[in-house]
């Protein structure tokens, strides 16, 4: 395995070393000459001294504001001019220069016209950059720029195609330097774009080149605290859900933390790390971002943010029990920081001051809130919690007793032997004099806006020194009205339903063997529906059941109350479940409420639906625990064996895919779409070298290949493509394949992602093999998918035509594929959720015990090549030449860790992102 990195490495570095970086924008830079420090490393990037070449690829107006979709030069880098696309959008009609803001988009998104649009109304210069690469709203088919080129990367390449190099420094297939380096870290290069963003802002005459600040969400928050950190020319930055830092050491030692548990490299600890940029950051800055984001953690926060200068002013403005999105009251204060420093028309009140006293009283620990009242105040809340994960944690809503200029609320706590973490909102009246506006999804402000504290720690070691009265306990009772109109403990996305993480909480979580119980009034009443999450990242440990479960009960039409009860045994899986179902409640870490629910069962998609008005008009009350007892230990993050980095960031991921599809649910915004990327790939023949695919997967093209194929390996995903002019399951076949040995009885199973190819049609090919040989005309079963739908294959004996099945397949994509042996028998199935499996074909086929399995794509066309992305590759059953990767990690298992139980139970790999 050490040979394959070596050549690997060296073959990356060959290839950078004969790029022509003689007319580079960058300085020249060896491993002997490293900077000494984050200025020393930027010092060497003058952003305004290569042209802009700003080219406009369309504009429109709207509103009275003109949004021009341009592309500009980033700079020159291995001979090729690198650009960058985005969005700028400013007021047509504009009075003396206006400030500029450089608005910075998230992971999976793209720059959008509209939320620029949105910003500039207020009076503002605002591009949007399009770092990711995705096509922008007018590229897209049928649009006024189609085709137009607005983000070029190559010969870089540092979108989410590239996805490993954002915690990466070495050199790569498409990074900049051909040794280890800060400039190959997608981060960094990402970094220079909007630094040039900057500068085309600054030289445009309607705007005031000493006034441009910065917003960016997510990733973009990242982004934003990297370029406050190494660039003076920004005045004001407003990271969202992002740009928290990396996880400090000392977060890591608390017992069931939040930290993420991918290693950092040296390289990018000093230098990329946006925790070590914090200290660089002059101008304002204010953290915008959820109590329970899984990407911007309020752990880090707390631990990073104080290391930016006093001298700088900071604030916060922080959502309660939201994850990657905002409240309301917290979605213009991007804007009140702006009109502030770079308008100079409103004066934030300062951060709210937070003390606590640990000791406390007889009922236990004391919190103080000490906010600046220079503005009217409407309310303020408390919170706190003794949950050492920041990410999942429940913040409890404290009763503040006002005093004067201070709020006082008393924090009853379970245990001395839990941390204690506090922090509070106070919420001003919105400035409405401002004539505030946003994007078409959230135009109007909110009555009152959000300024937060900082997150107050203490760790177990300093409760028990501050010695506070245990006072609280259980309670059954977890809401007793859901009609009040001031519920703190739960929140809504939108008006079909609503979540709580109390019953995370100890005091509120549910007894063994208890059932929840729920009471109901609904004339129109047809289901009570529930969505249930257990053991978030297997943090209570992987032998614990994980991942969403629901549960819908019938209901009667009635105008009385009824009561229904739900027992654990009801729970059934919906989505990213693994280790069966729970046994019990003490798991439990989300619940929500909904108004409908669709699920796949057995191939058929079932719709549920609490009532026919979206679940308008029914009322809840007296939510609780019924029956059951209460163990003797307290169940907490950090108990069990959690996620490996692998697993965390397939996690991670998904919570990706949800914070996009809220998006596009409440807020209705496109999903970006892909645009098709300079591949990292080499021509796929009879000869190939693999130095890009993982032990022990080799490639070759089986048969005649009219057009070349490809094949890609990134991010545990493969993607394949391949042509032979519909030529499987003839006398001679014609495809890519991506294969390794197998031996024996098991079976082998796939996801198809997705499927691409120019002018595909319904016998493009793409899907699972088992082959006797790498001959074309080799014996072999395969099951595929097509635009028509998934058809079995299989050839009996050599050189004879094969035999095809499509009968009650299923054309969907995303799609599961599997193929089982057991003996001669081989039987297809495919799954959309790979929890049910649709038994499509079975056939005796003469097969050797010893022989290939692997994926395949090909064409129907010989003109063009079609290929897919596969992933999540799994064999179950015995296989020869297995990874020395998956050897070492059967020697490494740690001492202590669940057994693993084998008896007559076939061994099962994984291949994941």
């Known amino acids: 395995m050490r040979k394959t990195f070596t050549s690997l490495a060296l073959l990356f570095a060959i290839s950078a070393s004969a790029a022509d970086k003689s007319n580079d924008t960058l300085p020249p830079l060896s491993p002997n000459n490293m900077p000494e420090s984050i200025p020393a490393l930027w010092a060497r990037f003058d952003a305004k001294k290569d042209p802009l070449e700003t080219e406009v690829l369309h504009e429109y107006e709207k509103d009275g504001v003109k949004v021009q979709m ?83 990367w190559a010969p870089l390449d540092a979108t989410q195609k590239n996805n490993a190099w954002y915690a990466k420094t070495e050199a790569g297939p498409v990074s900049y330097d051909d040794f280890d380096s800060p400039r190959n870290n997608n981060w960094y290069l990402i970094n220079l774009a909007n630094k040039r963003a900057i500068t085309l802002l600054q030289k445009l005459d309607f705007v005031d080149a000493n006034k441009i600040g910065v917003h960016g969400h997510s990733m973009g928050g990242k982004l934003s605290v990297m370029l406050a950190g190494t660039d003076d020319r920004i005045k004001v930055a407003v990271p969202s859900c992002g740009g928290t830092g990396t996880a400090p050491t000392e977060l890591k030692k608390r017992k069931g933390n939040s930290a993420r548990p991918q290693p950092i490299t040296p390289l990018y600890a000093k230098y990329i790390d946006d925790a070590k940029m914090l200290p660089y950051v002059k101008a304002p800055i204010m953290y915008n971002g959820p109590q329970n984001d899984f990407n911007g953690m309020m752990s880090n926060m707390a631990f990073n943010w104080p290391a930016i200068p006093s001298s700088t002013p900071v604030r916060f403005s922080i959502s309660s029990h939201l994850n990657h999105r905002h409240a309301h009251e917290s979605s213009y204060v991007d804007l009140l920081m702006f009109e502030q420093y770079l308008k100079g028309t409103y004066k934030l009140p300062k951060t709210p001051k937070i003390k ?39 913040h409890r809503t404290a009763r503040a007793k006002k005093v004067g200029n201070k709020y006082i609320a008393s924090a009853p706590i379970l245990s001395k032997n839990l941390g204690f973490f506090a922090m509070a909102n106070v919420f001003y009246k919105h400035p409405k004099e401002l004539n505030l506006h946003g994007p078409r999804w959230n135009k109007n402000p909110a009555d009152t806006y959000i300024l937060s504290t900082n997150i107050q720690k203490y760790e177990i070691a300093e409760v028990q020194k501050a010695n506070p009265a245990v006072t609280d306990q259980f309670t059954r009772i977890i809401e007793k009205d859901l009609q009040k109109s001031d519920l703190p403990d739960w929140y809504k996305y939108s008006q079909t339903a609503i979540h709580t993480r ?116 029914r009322q809840m009350r007296n939510i609780k625990w019924v029956g059951g007892d209460y163990p003797q230990t307290i169940l907490m993050n950090g108990g069990g064996l959690e996620l490996n980095a692998a697993d965390y960031e397939k996690q991670f991921n998904n919570q990706i895919d949800v914070s996009i599809e809220l998006e596009e649910k409440v807020d209705g915004l496109e999903k970006a779409k892909e645009i098709k990327a300079t591949p990292i790939s080499y021509q796929a023949s009879s000869d190939t070298s693999n130095n890009q695919l993982p032990t022990p997967w080799q490639s070759k093209n089986i048969g005649v290949a009219p057009a070349s194929g490809e094949v890609q390996f990134r991010g545990g995903k493969f993607f394949i493509s391949g042509s032979g002019s519909d030529a499987i399951g003839k006398q001679k076949d014609s495809f890519n394949y991506v294969y390794r040995e197998f031996e024996g009885d098991g079976s082998i199973i796939v996801k198809v992602n997705s499927v691409s190819g120019q002018n595909r049609v319904h016998f493009d090919f793409y899907g ?42 299923n054309n969907q994509v995303p799609i599961w594929l599997k193929i089982d042996r057991s003996g001669d028998d081989f039987t297809a199935s495919f799954s959309l959720d790979k929890r049910s499996w649709t038994k499509q074909y079975s056939a005796n086929v003469n097969l050797p015990k010893k022989l290939y399995i692997g994926m395949f794509s090909t064409s129907s066309k010989d003109e063009n090549a079609a290929g897919a992305e596969f992933s999540d590759f799994e064999i179950n059953g015995s296989s020869t030449n297995r990874s020395e990767r998956d050897k070492q990690f059967e020697s490494k298992k740690e001492k202590g860790s669940m057994p693993v139980q084998t008896p007559s139970k076939p061994k099962k790999e994984i291949i994941s992102i």
């Open 70 to 152: 341009i592309s500009y030069v980033v700079g020159t880098f291995k001979g090729k001019k690198v650009r960058m696309g985005g969005y700028l959008a400013f007021p047509k009609n504009t009075k003396g220069k206006l400030p500029g803001i450089v608005q910075i988009h998230g992971g999976g998104q793209r720059a959008m016209g509209d939320y620029a649009q949105g910003i500039a109304q207020n009076g503002y210069a605002v591009l949007a950059t399009n770092w990711g690469g995705r096509l922008m709203q007018h590229q897209e088919a049928g649009q006024p720029a189609e085709g137009k080129i607005g983000t070029d």
């Open 356 to 394: 606590v006293d640990l000791k406390g009283d007889k009922n236990g620990p004391l919190i103080t809130l000490i906010p600046d009242t220079s503005k009217e105040i409407d309310h303020v809340q408390i919170f706190y919690t003794q949950d050492p994960n920041g990410q999942f944690r429940f």
């Open 502 to 617: 109390k019953i995370r909480d100890p005091k509120w979580r549910g007894p063994i063997g208890s059932k929840l119980s729920i009471d109901v009034l609904d004339p129109d009443a047809e289901n009570l529906i529930l969505e249930l999450e257990f053991n978030c990242y297997s943090k209570y440990g992987r032998e614990y059941a994980a991942g969403m479960f629901y549960v819908v009960k019938p209901l009667k039409k009635s105008n009385d109350w009824q009561t229904v009860e739900i027992d654990v045994t009801d729970l059934k899986p919906l989505k990213n479940t693994h280790n069966g179902t729970p046994k019990d409640w003490q798991t439990l870490d989300h619940l929500t409420i909904n108004s409908s629910l669709r699920v796949n069962a057995n191939g058929q998609t079932q719709t549920f639906r609490a009532n026919s008005k979206h679940g308008k008009g």
């Open 768 to 809: 699972l093999m088992f082959r006797a040989s790498l001959d074309d005309d080799a014996p072999m079963f395969s099951f595929a998918h097509t635009l028509f739908r998934t058809c079995a294959f299989y050839r009996q004996n050599k050189g004879q035509r094969g035999i095809g099945n499509h009968e009650n397949g």
